[in-house]
C-alpha cells in the first residue's frame, strides 16, 4: 500500500509510524484508518520489528476524526475490502475473549509478543 497520511520507518528493530498530516492536526480520516491497518499487519509479519511507536507530526498527535468532509465523515463502506489475516483474525479474537471477561493473555496467542500498556 502507498501511504499518503502516514510515514512508516525502521530503524534498529523500531517501527515509528507517524500520522503525517500537520495541516489539519494529524485529524483522522478513512484512509489514515486503512493505512494504520496495514502498517500494523505489515509490521507484525515483519519479525525485525519489535517495537512500535505512533507519533504525530508537527505540534499535534492527532485532533481526532477530520470532520471536513461533512456527513460522509464516517461512511467507510468506500474503503478498500481486504481480506483478514491470519493475525487480524486470531487479533480480533482475542480481543473478544478479553472484552468477555475470560482470563487474560500477555499477548496475542499467534504472536507471542508482548502489549505495553499504559495502565498501571
Known amino acids: ?59 499535534a498527535f492527532c485532533a481526532g476524526a477530520d470532520l471536513g468532509s461533512g456527513g460522509g465523515t464516517f461512511d467507510h463502506s468506500s474503503g478498500p475490502r481486504r481480506r483478514r489475516s491470519r493475525s487480524t483474525a486470531t487479533a480480533a479474537a482475542w480481543s473478544r475473549s478479553a472484552s468477555s471477561g475470560r482470563r487474560s493473555r500477555s499477548s496475542p496467542p499467534s504472536t507471542g509478543r508482548r502489549w505495553a500498556s499504559a495502565s498501571p
Open 1 to 59: 500500500m502507498d501511504y499518503q497520511e502516514i510515514r512508516y520507518a525502521v530503524e534498529a528493530g523500531v517501527l515509528t509510524i507517524t500520522l503525517d498530516r500537520p495541516e489539519r492536526l494529524n485529524a483522522f480520516t478513512a484512509r489514515m484508518m486503512y493505512e494504520l491497518l496495514d502498517a500494523f499487519e505489515r509490521a507484525d509479519a515483519d519479525d525485525a520489528v519489535r517495537a512500535v511507536i505512533v507519533t504525530g507530526a508537527g505540534r
